[in-house]
């Protein structure tokens, strides 16, 4: 219990890795295949191409979100970063992490983020924050070309997302987690961060 309460202070403090959960994919990751018949030349129903579309720049997401994660940077804004301001879509590039910039991302009022792929509009990372992202993104050449020339915009999207309200109720036999998520996270993110749940299908 004192592990789970603890991680919950760490979650309240930092907050968690953003990941797309898997039903962005569809069941066995149907969504990505889409996207691969998509991309090689197939034509799909409006319906089928939005999903196939959706799924190929959450799994660029998740490969950036994953990098930074392994690097140890996923909470923090690096030079060169696009940064997106806590509550709101406004997004602003930052040329070099100073200590106002790292008091911020500390008090959670802005994040680092990680991209919808597309074609590059302004602002676009720089430095230590675009050599993670193209490390990562390079692994996909199908996923990157075939956005691109499916039309889209890149768009941003915030690699650490804050839980609000994050409680944690006892009863005998039983827990119950309570929090709210801001529009477009997912909670099998939260729940994998805070007691290592995972979803399948």
């Known amino acids: 219990m004192s592990a789970l309460v603890s991680r919950l202070d760490s979650i309240r403090a930092a907050g968690v890795p953003n990941y797309f959960g898997p ?11 889409l996207a691969a018949r998509l991309f090689a030349g197939e034509r799909l129903r409006r319906s089928q191409r ?9 799994e660029l997401f998740n490969a950036v979100l994953a990098a930074r994660v392994e690097a140890g940077s996923w909470d923090r804004i690096l030079p060169g ?6 509550g709101s879509n406004s997004v602003f590039a930052v040329a070099d992490s100073t ?15 990680g991209p919808l792929w597309g074609s590059e509009t302004k602002p676009v990372p720089s430095n230590a924050a675009a050599e993670l992202e193209q490390s990562a993104t390079a692994l996909f050449p199908e996923l ?4 691109e020339r499916a039309g889209l915009e890149r768009g941003f999207r915030p690699l650490r997302v804050a839980a609000a309200e994050l409680v944690l109720i006892r ?9 709210e998520l801001p529009r477009g996270a997912y909670a099998t993110s939260l729940l994998r961060e805070f007691a290592d749940c995972t979803e399948t299908g």
Do not use: V, Y
Not at 23 to 33: E, I
Not at 50 to 58: D, E, G, I, K
Not at 144 to 147: K, Q, V, Y
């Open 23 to 33: 039903q962005r994919f569809g069941r066995g990751a149907g969504n990505l295949a």
């Open 171 to 179: 009863r005998p036999g039983r827990m119950t987690l309570g929090f």
């Open 50 to 58: 939005s999903l196939a579309l959706s799924a190929a720049r959450a």
């Open 81 to 86: 970063e696009i940064a997106g301001l806590a």
């Open 99 to 113: 200590p106002e910039t790292e008091r911020r991302a500390a008090a959670q009022d802005i994040h680092p983020t």
């Open 144 to 147: 990157t070309a075939g956005l």
